[in-house]
């Protein structure tokens, strides 16, 4: 395999702990990556590079690890732009507007859906997101949820069973035997293709015992959990998220003392959702609360079409900043060793050997230019498992 060195790169968020900088990002200055294959087989200072096959020349550059999406909902269909501009002329943003996206999931093919998805991976990696997981959710009949999947497993390895994202209208009446559905054909023929399992728990979504029987039965088939928790108000999804082991609990918008200490003392990440915020005009999360209480956070954009249409991880990084009390450190730590805990991965959101070589090169000095200069296109070039993305640059 050929070895190619990055080097003269101005500042390298590295997020190694066994640096031992001082600071989370484990920051090197004046810094080379060197790439073997997929992998980063060495760090340090760019005097030190040793040789190698091909040399790229940062520039003065700063450079991250590629950002770690853990939450996104990019199988689906149709456009919910009316739904937008009403909720912007004064009209508060509900569960119930999932349905509308079911209807033009369901009439789509699979090649359509497909594309979209192709269509949204691709926006993201040019933006510098080189890991993401996308769910169901837009199906919610057996055949539609298990196609989502199909789908979905065609453009990442991190895909995740939302049968349980709302009560389909056909379903209205009897939510409980929905629930059946969810936990018993749906599951059987959603479980080969989804490494997670998700539910809305939520109000006008499910409550929290039909949750606890969706998580368990994923886990029985060998899906391991990760919640849709406390987004529209305070509720039990948190709590069962930390008591299940779920990788995340996901949105933490309204948290008591005891959700926030919960996740303080858990495994459970806490995946904080700002474009979410942003586009429904809700209350922010307080990451500073979950910071400080000791909680493991990641940012993501929860990319939709109902609530959060963005696949952009630089503006979630500058709304987690500027409105949720998060240090531009934070905020970038976040949104890749974050995310990597979200997914319980080790090889990704770090740039260190054995890691895979996701790299991130910005056209600035300093990778706090993320929230310095909010909405400016500051991904220069991007590598993904050692191959530079072409258009990247």
Not at 128 to 146: H, I, N, Q, R, W
Not at 212 to 225: D, E, F, I, K, M
Request: glycine share 10%; hydrophobic share 40%; charged share 20%.
């Amino acid at each position: 395999m050929t070895t190619t060195a990055v080097t003269h790169i101005a500042a390298l968020v590295t997020n190694d702990p066994s640096l031992d900088d001082g600071t989370p990002l484990g920051l090197i200055r004046d810094a080379a990556v060197v790439i073997e294959g997929d992998r980063v087989v060495w760090t340090g200072p760019s005097s030190k590079a040793p040789a190698t096959d091909n040399a790229v020349d940062a520039g003065g550059r700063a450079m991250i690890p590629g950002f770690v999406d853990s939450h996104s909902h990019l199988v689906f269909a149709g456009d919910r732009t009316d739904e937008f501009n009403a909720r912007m002329s004064g009209r508060p943003y509900s569960a119930g507007g999932i349905r509308t996206t079911v209807s033009a999931t369901r009439a789509a093919s699979d090649a359509e859906l497909s594309a979209n998805v192709a269509r949204y991976v691709a926006e993201a990696l040019r933006q510098g997101t080189t890991t993401l997981e996308t769910k169901s959710g837009y199906g919610l009949t057996v055949e539609d949820e298990a196609r989502s999947l199909r789908v979905a497993a065609g453009h990442t390895d991190e895909v995740t069973y939302l049968g349980a994202h709302v009560v389909p209208a056909d379903h209205a009446d009897d939510p409980a035997a929905y629930v059946d559905l969810v936990t018993g054909p749906m599951l059987d023929a959603c479980a080969p293709y989804a490494r997670w399992i998700d539910v809305f728990c939520e109000r006008g979504a499910f409550d929290g015992d039909q949750a606890r029987a969706v998580l368990t039965a994923g886990l029985a088939r060998g899906l391991h959990p990760r919640v849709h928790a406390n987004q529209l108000g305070h509720g039990p999804g948190v709590q069962l998220a930390v008591e299940l082991d779920a990788a995340s609990a996901d949105h933490c918008t309204h948290l008591t003392d005891a959700d926030v200490d919960a996740l303080g003392q858990g495994g459970t990440v806490a995946t904080l959702l700002p474009g979410a915020e942003f586009s429904t005009r809700a209350r922010w999360p307080d990451a500073r609360r979950l910071l400080d209480a000791g909680a493991t956070v990641a940012l993501s954009t929860d990319c939709n079409p109902g609530s959060s249409f963005t696949s952009s991880m630089p503006f979630c990084v500058a709304l987690a900043v500027r409105d949720m009390g998060m240090t531009p450190d934070e905020a970038v730590w976040s949104a890749t060793a974050g995310g990597a805990a979200a997914l319980r991965r080790s090889d990704v959101g770090r740039i260190a050997p054995g890691a895979l070589a996701d790299l991130v090169l910005l056209d600035a000095p300093s990778h706090v230019h993320l929230a310095y200069r909010p909405g400016v296109p500051l991904v220069h070039r991007v590598w993904r498992r050692g191959e530079e993305v072409r258009g990247s640059r």
